[in-house]
């Protein structure tokens, strides 16, 4: 981690939940992490707060657990998550309030560490 830096509360919940899909998966780091062509230990680092969780990150994570986005960030604000009709397919499209109320937190919380970065290399 950057000395001085903190993360903020959204990163802590990604970071955390994202932890606990992995561990719920029972899929080793090492093993997304070549799915994903990752190089060793990347994505510990984004689980410890290291590197930070960006939201195309993220994105290129969910798959590999099996994990829609709207899934993910409704667990994230606190709701479980609808059933899929057919387990190996996608949910259809549709208007999803907890979906975008989530992504707006994810949003928010990666511009904070965008602007932290940003004063860090200034000075």
């Known amino acids: 981690m950057i000395p001085g830096m903190t993360l903020y ?23 997304i ?7 060793s ?10 590197e930070g969780v960006s939201f195309e990150l993220l994105l290129e994570v969910l798959p590999a657990l099996d994990e829609t986005p709207g899934d993910f960030f409704a667990r994230l604000c606190g709701f479980e998550p609808g059933p899929q009709a ?4 996608r949910p ?24 932290w970065k940003h004063e860090q290399t200034a000075d």
């Open 9 to 31: 509360s959204e990163e802590r919940r990604i970071a955390a939940l994202l932890s606990e899909l992995i561990q719920k998966s029972g899929t080793a780091l090492g093993s």
């Open 92 to 115: 259809a499209p549709k208007s999803d309030h907890r979906f975008e109320e989530s992504r707006k937190v994810v949003k928010a919380a990666i511009a904070r560490r965008s602007a």
């Open 33 to 39: 992490e070549e799915r994903l062509r990752w190089e």
């Open 41 to 50: 230990g990347r994505l510990g680092a984004l689980l410890d707060g290291t």
């Open 86 to 89: 057919d387990p190996g397919s």
